[in-house]
């Protein structure tokens, strides 16, 4: 089995090196870790339609320098810190996956400071 790892660089706040990777593919599996409105290393202010716009982006970018597309995403697990915002995330959500949504968990939980969403996701596709 090959496995890759995609970023384990400097991608926290202040610069600081994560202790994960963005990605880990497996035979045709990506996993792509929890991610966050995080730009340049800080979380971006905006309520939830902002804030879940750049987190999609952010997974999306990742999904991307591996070769994978939202089309190969089978799996995502949604965190919210405020369960209000359960419907407004869904509008946003829906406009990236469509009609062919994943398999999807969506929890209340608490967050950082400032961080109204994170996701992460299993994509597949059928190794070359």
Not at 22 to 39: F, H, I, P, T
Request: glycine share 10%.
């Amino acid at each position: 089995m090959s496995i890759t790892r995609y970023g384990a660089e400097k991608s926290g706040a202040g610069g600081q090196n994560l202790p994960f990777a963005r990605a880990v593919e497996a035979d045709g599996w990506l996993y792509v870790s929890g991610q966050v409105a995080m730009k340049d290393g800080e979380i971006v202010a905006g309520g939830i339609v902002e804030q879940t716009h750049l987190t999609i982006k952010n997974v999306l970018a990742i999904l991307e320098e591996a070769g994978y597309g939202l089309e190969h995403v089978v799996r995502a697990g949604v965190w919210l810190d405020d369960p209000r915002d359960f419907w407004t995330f869904n509008g946003v959500y829906k406009s990236y996956f469509g009609e062919h949504p994943p398999a999807r968990a969506c929890v209340q939980a608490s967050m950082m400071v400032d961080c109204k969403v994170e996701i992460d996701c299993v994509a597949y596709k059928k190794p070359d």
